[in-house]
Each structure stands twice: as structure tokens, then as C-alpha cells.
């Protein structure tokens, strides 16, 4: 039954195991002289007789079925035998022979032979170990049962049967493997009869480990190819991961920049496209308000705008933040320019509920096109230049780089040098214009915003769009900086000689709103002048940044102490937000031109207005609406409760002499 490579040694070896038995046993014996003593004191020592009376042939023989269940066990690794509960009823039919028929012990060897039939070598070891334990204890006609039965016949049946028991076990375990069988005490002898010769044997059990080597040796290489399988299933998956994280912008779905720049880099495009750069309007506000969760919210909508938008024509990368490229492939200014409309409509019409409220940004689009053999940089600063008009212009509105839109560039954008700059302050080309701040009611002046442009010498104008970056660069500020003082003092005695409730508003830097000197010198020119400093305001452009909010607040004060007013210009962009208002004493606020666009579509925008405006008579500001175009817009200012306004529909920004005659003439 056993290979010999199941055993280090012969059977013997695994006898120490059987220790438990003999301890069963001993006590047992105690128990049973205990009995027959007449439930006598134990006896605390033992003498060999007394050990000898009880190591008789039925306790060994009891011992050999156990150790023969030990081994069969061993074979199949100690599992507990399926059919247990025929176990359970040769115990029972075992036990009700020896009482019934005590002396005849023929009906037992019946009952063996069923059992080792149905059951093998567990249906008689385990009811004779049951047995013999027990047979100290059944008493029959006045007397234990252990002295009534012959023991050794008794002890023979049990040894023969349990052998052929385990002869049985091992050859149906043979049969069913289809192995020639034989009982394997050791490694060196076999005990019982063989069915084949020792040479097929041998022949087949050296197939059979050949068979068995062969079978291990294909599974391990089937699990190695599952495992490369796996490792190239798992590479595979994370280079396409890699790839999407590289490729793909994971906020809005859309391509990234790098596949935006890989795809359209010089030297690899096949054929010609036009590019949309997108920039949300005012979408710093958005998660200054709301949060970063709202933003990323609005960032997802917008994104599946775009994306359905390109259909078929291209795709959309996200640049960085809140702008975008649009890249579409083979199609005409024209056409690319219906479809920035129809993306702006898009956005403009999407909003996204963020703490239920509904939020929504406009976009402003430049478009250029980008052709086979030339250089992507140049094409996305033309688009972006294109992009910066729109915004310029008043936001939410796309603006072609068509040929007249690149010659005007090149004509009016073009971007002076310091030199020039310098030599056009020395000339005088850099002069004040004024734009009236009118009541909203009557569309009459209360003041002016004097605003520098420079006029040069072959008669364009240009605005500090184009020159003020530099004309703020050391080297040109201090020439500048004059320039524009020198001429506030004259243009404030016309104003008020014209009306003395006129003032007159003028913008302010970094530099200067940092610096108390220049505060104190401006306020020194001011009284040399002679001009009533009460109808003077400073305004401070949302783009100030106040580097030392101590120093600047220290400077207003005592500009406000001298009675030249602060205003909060351009509120709303960038930079702005309820802390300004807080922290800085304002005498009046600016609302910038974005509220007033979107005003008539959009009711949150005249909600905010309407905040403001209660917020102004508690803290004791005036507020005046900017980027004014229509009557219409003046009127429901008006009625919101802003008394002043600025802008086109009141006149644009021109010289001071075109204004004094329309004064003189009472149209404003």
C-alpha cells in the first residue's frame, strides 16, 4: 500500500508515536484491578507480576490494530474516513456479538467479514480497540465479559482480520489508480502477495514518477507562462496608463499640453490646421468664492463643451489652469471662426450647481492659423494675441487673426522700445486725455478720469496697453512719472474754473502707493499748484499690488488727510475681492466692466451689484459702474440704486480741449 519512499526506516520507527495507546491501556488495567478489588484504595506500586497479568495477547493485539490504523492514516495524510458512521455501526454490532454471544465468538467473525468488506481496516480496529477498553466494564450473567471470552482466539481474529483489512485498503486504493499492488512494511522487504512481477513493477513505477515528472514539469511551465502572461498583461496596462497620464489632462478628460505640443510640433504636421486659444473669463473668481472643488467642477462642464464642439474636426488640449487650445485640422479662418462662436454660445450657456448655486463663466477666444511649414511658437502668440483683443475689448467675444487684424499689429502693436519712449516723453508726445464720470440719471458730468495716451508723431495713438510696462521700468518711470504729474494741476483748474463741482480722477502704481516720498511730493506739487486738492482722486487699479499693506495704508491716510480721495478701480478682476474693501478705506469703488456686460443676461451679476450697494451706504462709499455702452444699462443702474457711471455711451476718452467745448456748449 505504501511506496517505499513514503519510509526513512522500517515500521517500527513510528511505534514512539503510540505512546497515548499504551498510557489508555495502563490506565484502563488500573481502572479494571480498581474494579475487581472491590473498589479498593489504589495500590501506589506495582510489582512485575502485576504488569505481567495484564500484557497479555489481547492487549497487544489491540495494540497492532492500532498501530496498523496509524499507518493507514499516515498514508492519507490523517484525514478523517468519509463513511464514518459505518465505522459507528460495526462498534455497535462488535459490541452487541461479544454480549450476546460471549463464548461464541463465530457471529463476531461474521460481523468482521461485513465490516471488512464495507469498512477495511477502520471497521475492526477501531470497534476492537472500543472493545477491549471495554470489556472490563460489560458485565454478563454476574461476570465481566474480559473473563468469559477466550482471548486468544479473540486477539487472533482481531490481528487477522485487521491485516486483512489492511490488505483490502490497499489493494482497492491500487485498483483505483490502476497500479500493481503489494504490502510494504520497509524500504528493503514486502510483506504479502504480488500481483506483478518485481520487474514490471519497477518499470511501471519508474512510468509512472517519468509520468509524474513530466506532468509537474508541463504545470510549472504552464504557470510560468501565466506568470509572463500576467507581467505582460500588467506592462502593457501600465504603459497605457503612463501614456494617458502624459497624454491626457485628468481634471477635464482633455489632451494635454505635452500631446498638444507632440502632436503639433514643426517638422511632423501632415497638413494644415487653425488654432482657437480659450481663456475663461474672470475664473479666479470662481474659486475664490466658491473653492477649488467649484472651479474644477466648472473646469469638467466646460471641457465636455469643447470636447463636443471639435467633434470630428480636431481635438482640444488644456494648456495649463484655465486655458485651452483648440486645434482644427484642415479648416478655413472662416469656418474655425463659426466654430469659436458656436464653443463661446456653448460656454456661455452652460452653468454647473455648485451648494445650489448655479455658476457659469464666459470665454474669450483668438484665433490663427497655423500652416504646414511654419513655426507652432509663432502660431499660439498670434492666437494669443488675438485672444488678448478679446479680452481687451470687453471679454466674450472672439477676435481672427485675419490679414487686416495682423497689419494692424504690426502697424499699432507693435511695441515701442525704451528709446522711443524716452525721446517721446522728451517731446511731449505723451499727453492726458479725459473720459467723463457721468450721473446715471441725468447723463450729466460730476468729474473726469484722465487717462495717458500717446500721441505719435505720424498721428496714431496709442493706449498704456503698449507702452506702459515700459514707461514703468526704472529708467523711464521718474521721466514719466513727471510727465503725467506736470499736467493734472492744469487740466483740474480748467475743469473746475468750467464747474467747481467737477474733480478729476487719475491712476496710480506699485511704485508710487509703496513710496512716501512720492506721496509727499504729489501732495507738495498739488499746494504749489494751487488747486483744491478736495477735488482730486487717486484711484488704485485692481492690479495694484500692495506689497507693504502697512506702508501703502499709511500713505493713503495721508493722501485722504490732505483731501484727495482713494478709489478701488477695475473691482472685480484679478486681485479683487472683499478683503480690499475691508482693509482699505475707499472713498469710492470702480466696479469693472465684466458685472455691467453680463448684467442684462445674467441676474447674479446685478444681485452682486445690488450687494454692493447696500454694503456702501454701511461702510460710506460711493460706487461708479464702468464699461457703461448703453441707455439701457445706465437706466438699470440707475434704478439698482449706482447714482454714476463711465464709459462709451457717455464719450470716449479724448483730449481735454474737446471736452472744455463740450462743456461750454452744456452737452455734458
Not at 488495567?29 to 506500586?45: I, M
Not at 490679414?403 to 492726458?432: R, T, V
Amino acid at each position: 500500500m505504501w511506496k517505499p519512499s513514503d519510509f526513512t526506516g522500517n515500521a517500527f520507527t513510528y511505534l514512539p508515536g503510540l505512546l497515548p495507546i499504551f498510557l489508555i491501556y495502563f490506565a484502563t488495567s488500573l481502572l479494571q484491578h480498581e474494579y475487581e478489588s472491590g473498589h479498593q484504595q489504589l495500590l501506589l506500586a506495582f510489582d512485575l507480576a502485576f504488569l505481567m497479568a495484564h500484557l497479555h495477547l489481547l492487549e497487544f493485539s489491540v495494540v497492532g490494530s492500532f498501530t496498523f490504523l496509524i499507518l493507514q492514516w499516515y498514508r492519507r495524510q490523517f484525514t478523517w474516513p468519509k463513511k464514518s458512521y459505518y465505522a459507528m455501526a460495526a462498534i455497535t454490532a462488535h459490541l452487541a456479538c461479544l454480549y450476546i454471544w460471549p463464548t461464541n465468538l463465530a457471529p463476531l467473525a461474521a460481523i468482521l467479514a461485513v465490516s471488512l468488506l464495507y469498512t477495511g481496516l477502520q471497521g475492526i480496529a477501531f470497534p476492537s480497540i472500543i472493545s477491549v477498553l471495554a470489556l472490563p466494564f460489560l458485565i454478563y450473567e454476574g461476570a465481566s465479559l474480559q473473563g468469559q471470552i477466550n482471548q486468544f482466539d479473540y486477539a487472533l481474529l482481531i490481528l487477522v482480520s485487521a491485516a486483512m483489512g489492511l490488505i483490502r485498503d490497499g489493494f482497492f486504493a491500487a485498483a483505483k489508480k490502476g497500479e500493481p499492488y503489494r504490502v510494504l512494511i520497509s524500504k528493503s522487504g514486502a510483506v504479502g502477495l504480488t500481483m506483478t512481477s518485481p520487474e514490471v513493477d519497477a518499470l511501471q513505477l519508474q512510468l509512472t514518477e517519468k509520468n509524474r515528472q513530466i506532468n509537474q514539469t508541463y504545470i510549472e511551465l504552464e504557470q510560468k507562462n501565466d506568470a509572463l502572461r500576467r507581467l505582460t498583461s500588467s506592462l502593457k496596462a501600465q504603459k497605457e496608463t503612463y501614456k494617458n497620464l502624459v497624454e491626457i489632462d485628468e481634471l477635464t478628460g482633455l489632451k494635454s499640453r505635452r500631446y498638444f505640443s507632440n502632436y503639433l510640433a514643426d517638422g511632423v504636421r501632415k497638413c494644415p490646421y487653425t488654432l482657437l486659444m480659450i481663456d475663461l473669463d474672470d475664473f479666479k473668481g470662481v474659486n475664490d468664492i466658491y473653492g477649488h472643488h467649484a472651479g474644477d467642477k466648472l473646469l469638467k462642464a466646460y471641457g465636455q463643451v469643447m470636447t463636443l464642439t471639435t467633434n470630428h474636426f480636431g481635438f482640444t488640449a488644456r494648456l495649463g489652469g484655465e486655458e485651452f487650445c483648440m486645434a482644427l485640422e484642415s479648416t478655413s479662418l472662416l469656418e474655425a471662426q463659426t466654430i469659436a462662436e458656436r464653443l463661446r454660445q456653448g460656454i456661455s450657456q452652460t452653468t454647473v450647481s455648485f451648494s445650489g448655486v448655479d455658476i457659469c463663466r464666459s470665454a474669450s477666444i483668438g484665433v490663427a492659423e497655423l500652416a504646414i511649414g511654419s513655426q507652432i511658437k509663432d502660431a499660439m502668440s498670434l492666437a494669443d494675441k488675438a485672444l488678448y483683443q478679446s479680452k481687451a475689448k470687453g471679454k466674450n467675444r472672439t477676435t481672427v487673426a485675419n490679414h487686416w487684424f495682423i497689419a494692424q499689429l504690426e502697424k499699432n502693436k507693435a511695441y515701442p522700445k525704451l528709446e522711443a519712449i524716452l525721446k517721446g516723453l522728451i517731446k511731449g508726445e505723451f499727453k492726458l486725455n479725459i473720459q467723463p464720470i457721468c450721473d446715471n440719471s441725468t447723463q450729466k458730468a460730476v468729474g473726469f478720469e484722465a487717462l495717458m495716451r500717446w500721441h505719435q508723431a505720424d498721428g496714431s495713438i496709442l493706449t498704456p496697453d503698449y507702452f506702459l510696462d515700459i514707461a514703468l521700468s526704472p529708467l523711464a518711470y521718474p521721466t514719466f512719472k513727471a510727465t503725467a504729474l506736470a499736467q493734472l494741476a492744469p487740466i483740474l483748474r480748467d475743469l473746475v474754473n468750467s464747474n467747481s463741482d467737477y474733480y478729476l480722477s487719475f491712476n496710480t502704481d506699485n511704485t508710487f502707493i509703496n513710496s512716501t516720498e512720492f506721496v509727499a511730493d504729489l501732495i507738495t506739487q498739488f499746494k504749489l499748484a494751487q488747486v483744491n486738492l478736495n477735488r482730486l482722486v487717486l484711484e488704485l487699479p485692481e492690479k495694484t499690488a500692495l506689497g507693504n499693506m502697512e506702508k501703502a495704508l499709511s500713505n493713503i491716510k495721508l493722501l485722504q488727510q490732505s483731501g484727495i480721495g482713494i478709489a478701488l478701480d477695475d473691482f472685480g478682476m484679478e486681485h479683487s475681492n472683499m478683503d480690499r474693501i475691508r482693509d482699505i478705506p475707499a472713498d469710492i469703488i470702480k466696479i469693472d466692466r465684466s458685472f455691467i456686460a453680463k448684467m442684462e443676461k445674467n441676474p447674479r451679476s446685478l444681485a452682486i451689484i445690488k450687494a454692493l450697494v447696500t454694503m456702501a451706504k454701511e461702510l460710506n462709499f460711493e460706487i461708479i459702474a464702468e464699461g457703461i455702452e448703453t441707455q439701457a444699462q445706465a437706466i438699470i443702474l440707475a434704478d439698482s440704486g449706482i447714482t454714476k457711471g463711465q464709459g462709451y455711451f457717455y464719450g470716449h476718452p479724448k483730449t481735454v480741449n474737446y471736452w472744455l467745448d463740450q462743456i461750454k456748449e452744456g452737452l455734458i
